[in-house]
C-alpha cells in the first residue's frame, strides 16, 4: 500500500502560482507513475500531469506550458509547479499513486481561483 497526503493548496488571483505537494509513504518502491487529477463542481475529473519511474512527464492540454509535475526522490514527494493560473483551473486536486496492481488516492486539496 501507499499513503499519500497533497498540500500546497489555497486562494490565488489570476495569474498567481501554486505548488502543490505529495508525499508518499509505504511501497513506494513499486510505484510505476504518479498523477495528479483534478476535480471541479459539474465537471468530469480530468487528469492533469503524470510522472512516470523513468521521468517521463505528459501534460493535458489545458494546463501545457503552465503547470509542471516534478518529484523529489529523498522527500519521496512529488509536486505540481502551476503558474499563470486561471479561474478555469478552480478544483480539488488530488494525487494518485500508480502500482501494477491497484491505486492509490490521496485526500485531494483545494485551489480556487478567483480575483
Known amino acids: 500500500q501507499v499513503q499519500l497526503v497533497e498540500s500546497g493548496g489555497g486562494s490565488v488571483q489570476p495569474g498567481g502560482s501554486l505548488r502543490l505537494s505529495c508525499a508518499a509513504s509505504?511501497?513506494?518502491?513499486?510505484?510505476?507513475?504518479m498523477d495528479w487529477y483534478r476535480q471541479a463542481p459539474g465537471k468530469q475529473r480530468e487528469l492533469v500531469a503524470t510522472?512516470?519511474?523513468?521521468?517521463?512527464?505528459n501534460y493535458a492540454d489545458s494546463v501545457k506550458g503552465r503547470f509542471t509535475i516534478y518529484r523529489d526522490n529523498a522527500k519521496e514527494t512529488v509536486y505540481l509547479q502551476m503558474n499563470s493560473l486561471k479561474p478555469d483551473d478552480t478544483a480539488v486536486y488530488l494525487c494518485?499513486?500508480?502500482?501494477?496492481?491497484?491505486?492509490?488516492w490521496g485526500q485531494g486539496t483545494q485551489v480556487t481561483v478567483s480575483s
Open positions: 494518485v499513486a500508480r502500482l501494477p496492481l491497484a491505486s492509490y
Open positions: 509505504g511501497n513506494v518502491f513499486s510505484v510505476n507513475a
Open positions: 510522472i512516470t519511474s523513468g521521468g517521463s512527464t
